[in-house]
């Protein structure tokens, strides 16, 4: 474990993908070391949800190379990226509706082959983590409040045992309390469990403060690199992300 | 279930006044409209004049039923109301329901095993009972792809074809048995489950169903044209009856009549092909509570719910598709099979997209995915369609306002809710009605 500390857990070099063609991601380049959360920041468009996506195979890469626990992974297949506990919560939730708060989380479980035994530990931990989807288990998940659903989009996601959590604009459409809990849950997460999160978010300023590196994107390439808190100093992130969307 | 008794009788004083208010008015219309239709008979007399005389009576009864019936169709509409509106069902009323729909599914059950003892001398009803299970099973294999899966498969016959014309060139040409020939129609309707199913992977919605309808028409065209093999639109004839594993149910020595020492009767081949088909309906239901309850039953679900959803937590969307084109395209050519065994003669004018919409309407009326209500919604279609066969130029009529109603009171079906296959602490279903469609 020691000797892994060394070789980022998730490595992307020079990747590039695009829809159709509309490049997308022109050449990325990032690093996520074992125990760490980076933030992905950048406006609407610039590609990071792409590059989540990517990395789980979808668009797949047209150049470049993703690396997972120094092995390839840039043309495995979608779902056997998951096997490899990467787990992803997409944007916008997307958990199931009409099935229960048990049954969506059950899917996450479903992705990888646990034990009952693990199926439980890991149901101990999304409820002592989000109290609140244990009172509604039975409950179907459309029925959820929003902040609930991203709750347990989240939960969905930690059920596969992950060893990369790849969130999604976790905060979109909550109210700013809400999306406190979230991140919240997020640093606890990683506190305690020493998980590793890559978060994508368009709200900067919560992003870089939960985490400890943070990348910069625009129209599909990186542009800055750095801490959590250095991000925060520069004035180019400023102007861009923080303040003008205040004032706006 | 709390929202429905949150405010049970809160609002009732003004809603009685108000239903009584409507009736009236209503009443008050049809007076108008009646006292000249009705009330009032005018005929031309022998000299050509003009002679009339009052039907009060008559007029007074047709004033009175639409009093009434407005009172019941306005309670009605309280209790079952729209979607969005909170109920005012008593609580008797209430329990009595919930108790009916614990032992409906039992007495159904019950009551169909005993169908061949109590009808035995009716040849009739003994015909569209087994016609009402075929479609039950029918609906059930389609209720794999469409209500759990999902997708809509607008050419379901074609599997329904393919299993029978399995069975009646397997066993015409090649002597084989029905038992024989039973799996191997099931195995071949999957095959082509699994040949649309490729062409088909990524569309949704709209677009799947255009290519599965096409795909049933393409199926029936090529059984038309393809003389040589299906006799074209001859049909094929002189199909194998089936028999009790190898003894054969007719009035020869070897007959199981004979050999059980009982006098022959043409009935007991109905009330086989019944128990048969009863059993092969309730492998199908088997088969599918259980495929629910494992991965593979709720990776359907979860695309029918949200495809990017499912692919984000690795499921094999390509597999899981196929999978369940597959096993809904088998238990279509199970039921295939039978009806070709049954019959023993069948024409491509068997497997009409009529029959493809029919069971279509029978797994969307019954609630999507609901196994209880797939069987009462063929049971309504087919049973009630003979019901009505006396009125003949009118049943059409019937249905359909009874389709389009039933859309308007039930627009999840008759058997709305689903049941959760997942269990952690506590069961407890939530109303479909307090989940709207789509995205909550």
């Known amino acids: ?248 | 279930m709390s929202a429905t008794s949150a405010r049970p009788h809160a609002s009732q004083p003004s809603d009685s006044a108000f239903i009584l208010k409507k009736a009236l008015i209503s009443a008050a219309v049809a007076l108008v409209l009646f006292s000249l239709m009705i009330g009032i008979r005018t005929e031309a007399g022998p000299e050509g004049n003009l002679i009339y005389w009052t039907r009060f009576g008559d007029l007074a009864a047709i004033v009175a039923t639409v009093f009434g019936g407005s009172i019941i169709v306005e309670l009605l509409r309280q209790w079952w109301g729209p979607v969005d509106k909170e109920r005012i069902v008593p609580k008797p009323v209430q329990s009595a329901m919930s108790f009916a729909g614990r032992w409906l599914a039992p007495a159904l059950l019950g009551f169909t095993v005993l169908v061949p003892v109590i009808f035995y001398d009716q040849r009739y009803i003994l015909d569209l009972s087994i016609l009402v299970l075929t479609y039950v099973m029918l609906g059930w294999g389609l209720n794999v792809v469409v209500g759990l899966a999902g997708l809509l498969d607008l050419g379901y016959v074609a599997f329904y074809a393919v299993g029978a014309y399995s069975y009646a060139l397997l066993a015409t040409n090649f002597d084989l048995s029905f038992w024989v020939c039973l799996p191997l129609a099931g195995i071949l309707a999957a095959l082509w489950g699994v040949m649309l199913g490729f062409p088909v992977l990524r569309l949704r919605g709209d677009y799947l169903a255009i290519v599965t309808l096409a795909f049933g028409e393409i199926i029936r065209l090529v059984i038309i044209n393809w003389q040589s093999l299906t006799g074209g639109p001859n049909g094929v004839s002189g199909i194998p009856r089936p028999t009790v594993f190898g003894i054969p149910l007719d009035n020869s020595d070897d007959g199981l009549a004979a050999k059980l020492g009982i006098e022959f009767s043409p009935t007991h081949r109905l009330v086989f092909l019944f128990y048969l088909i009863l059993a092969m309906a309730l492998i199908t239901n088997w088969v599918t509570i259980r495929l629910r309850r494992l991965p593979i039953g709720r990776a359907w679900e979860a695309l029918r719910e949200d495809e990017v959803a499912c692919r984000a937590l690795g499921i094999n969307t390509t597999t899981t598709k196929l999978t369940a084109f597959a096993t809904g395209a088998m238990f279509g050519g199970f039921a295939g099979a039978f009806f070709a065994t049954r019959q023993g003669f069948i024409s491509p004018e068997s497997f009409t997209f009529q029959e493809s919409a029919l069971v279509l309407a029978i797994v969307v009326l019954g609630g999507m995915g609901s196994q209880l209500g797939v069987a009462l919604a063929a049971l309504a279609m087919i049973g009630g369609f003979e019901l009505f066969r006396g009125f003949d130029q009118y049943r059409m009529l019937v249905f359909g306002i009874a389709m389009v109603l039933l859309m308007i009171w039930r627009p999840r079906g008759l058997i709305g809710h689903r049941a959760p296959t997942v269990f952690l602490e506590r069961n407890q279903a939530i109303s479909s009605d307090l989940v709207k469609e789509g995205h909550g």
């Open chain 1, 1 to 248: 474990m020691t000797a892994a500390a060394a070789t980022p857990l998730l490595a992307v070099r020079g990747l590039r993908a695009a829809y159709g063609k509309i490049e997308a991601l022109k050449g990325v380049d990032i690093e996520i070391n074992p125990g760490e959360i980076v933030a992905l920041i950048g406006a609407n468009g610039a590609g990071k949800s792409t590059l989540m996506m990517s990395i789980f195979g979808k668009p797949r890469a047209r150049a470049g190379r993703i690396e997972f626990d120094g092995h390839d992974i840039t043309g495995v297949p979608t779902h056997e990226i998951a096997r490899l506990r990467i787990a992803q919560s997409p944007e916008g939730r997307r958990i199931f509706p009409r099935m229960s708060v048990a049954e969506n989380l059950q899917m996450g479980a479903d992705a990888t082959e646990c034990s009952e035994d693990e199926r439980e530990v890991g149901l101990e931990r999304v409820f002592a983590l989000f109290p609140r989807l244990k009172e509604r288990i039975a409950q179907r998940g459309g029925t959820l409040s929003g902040g609930e659903q991203q709750m347990l989009a989240i939960g969905r996601a930690l059920m596969s045992r992950p060893r990369l959590l790849m969130l999604d604009e976790p905060s979109l459409g909550l109210a700013p309390l809400i999306a406190r809990q979230i991140f919240d849950a997020i640093r606890t997460l990683n506190r305690q469990d020493g998980l590793t999160v890559l978060i994508v978010e368009q709200n900067a300023n919560h992003a870089l403060k939960l985490a400890h590196r943070g990348y910069v994107m625009v129209n599909g390439l990186i542009t800055l690199a750095g801490t959590g808190a250095e991000l925060l100093q520069r004035p180019e992130i400023r102007a861009a992300y923080l303040e003008g969307g205040r004032r706006g």
